[in-house]
Nanobody, 124 residues
Framework: QVQLVESGGGLVQPGGSLRLSCEVV????????IGWFRQAPGSGREAVAC?????????YLDSVRGRFTISRDDEKRNTVYLQMNNLRLEDTGVYYC????????????????WGQGTRVTVSS
């Protein structure tokens, strides 16, 4: 059974950086399409960045494009990262990694496997 384990959240000032990690247990990440989603207080869960297995197609939410980068660990083959630079107050939320049912340049639809989430707080 596939499990996803997130890590790397924390408190950071505006303009700072964090790197989130999503460890895939029970499979290698290059056999799965994986995405990062976030849920701000009082809001629904939205797709932030997604990467498609093998074909390497990526999706980014418009507000994070150019600041966030999703990548895979080519050596470990079981970890997907989200590098977040120039963080803003509105990036605050709980970040989840999840499996993806469909992803393209302009869309990312979640499947049904989720990690437990890691909290990111951007505050001065």
């Amino acid at each position: 059974q596939v499990q996803l384990v997130e890590s790397g959240g924390g408190l950071v000032q505006p303009g700072g950086s964090l790197r989130l990690s999503c460890e895939v247990v029970g499979a290698t990440s290059d056999h799965l399409s994986i995405g990062w989603f976030r849920q701000a207080p009082g809001s629904g869960r939205e797709a932030v960045a997604c990467v498609r297995t093998r074909l390497d197609s990526r999706y980014y939410l418009d507000s994070v494009r150019g600041r966030f980068t999703i990548s895979r660990d080519d050596e470990k083959r079981n970890t997907v990262y989200l590098q977040m630079n120039n963080l803003r107050l509105e990036d605050t939320g709980v970040y989840y990694c999840g499996t993806i049912a469909s992803v393209g340049g302009y869309w990312c639809y979640a499947d049904n496997i989720w990690g437990q989430g890691t909290r990111v707080t951007v505050s001065s």
